[in-house]
């Protein structure tokens, strides 16, 4: 079965450091977003990308960065980390042009920044 | 800005009883408005969705209801059961992009 997942699950990390949350997918979707969830904000874009080598901000993009060098993989990089950037972080994806916007959620990644 | 607004943060609903949810929208280029649904330490998952062409859509216990004058939408869980117990966040989508509201944690209590 297609499936969306994310790695590491959990990470703690100190501030000041550079950390990677990993995001892949078999959808062969070629959509694929970044969101952080925090208590009273709901779901926010960080990073979206429509197809390979296509990265575009989102609504909290200052200090995260993406790229995409294939269709299956979109990493989120934080530059140097900060206590304001714990959170929950989603990947999702879904299928470019499709009768439906729906997006499929990867389980999360949790990370706290000392 | 706020582009989605959710209301209310939290609610309590008797089992058998009917849970209402609801969203408000300020940009009239959204296109599609689904409902994710969300159980503790997993991600969100689509639970309904509508486009502003129709006013309702109803799948099983869950309804949205849509007035695109008003620019509002909502959801209706008929029956509610502890097993809907979950965060429930209403989104806005434009140029396959969504917005989502802030949430709406619901508990059914028996």
């Known amino acids: ?114 | 800005q706020q582009q989605v607004k959710q209301s209310p943060q939290s609610l309590i609903v008797q089992k058998g009883g009917i849970s209402i949810i609801n969203c408000a929208y300020e940009n009239t280029a959204f296109d599609y408005f689904p409902w994710y649904q969300q159980f503790p330490g997993k991600g969100p998952a689509l639970l309904i969705a509508i486009r502003p062409d129709v006013s309702e859509k109803k799948e099983g216990r869950f309804t949205i209801s849509f007035n695109k004058s008003a620019k509002q939408f909502s959801l209706h869980i008929m029956d509610s059961q502890p097993g809907d117990s979950a965060t429930y966040f209403c989104a806005a989508s434009m140029s396959e992009k969504l917005t989502f509201g802030t949430g709406t944690r619901l508990t059914i209590i028996p």
């Open chain 1, 1 to 114: 079965d297609a499936e969306i997942t994310q790695s590491p699950r959990h990470k703690i990390t100190e501030t000041g450091r550079q950390v990677t949350l990993a995001c892949h997918q078999t959808w062969n979707h070629n959509n694929m977003f970044w969101y952080r969830q925090d208590l009273g904000h709901g779901l926010r874009l960080i990073h979206y990308s429509y197809g390979v080598h296509d990265t575009n901000k989102g609504e909290v993009s200052d200090g995260y960065s993406v790229s995409r060098s294939n269709t299956e993989d979109l990493p989120l990089t934080l530059e140097s980390a900060a206590s304001s950037q714990t959170s929950v972080y989603f990947c999702a994806s879904s299928a470019a042009g499709g009768a439906t916007d729906t997006q499929y959620f990867g389980p999360g990644t949790r990370l706290t920044v000392l």
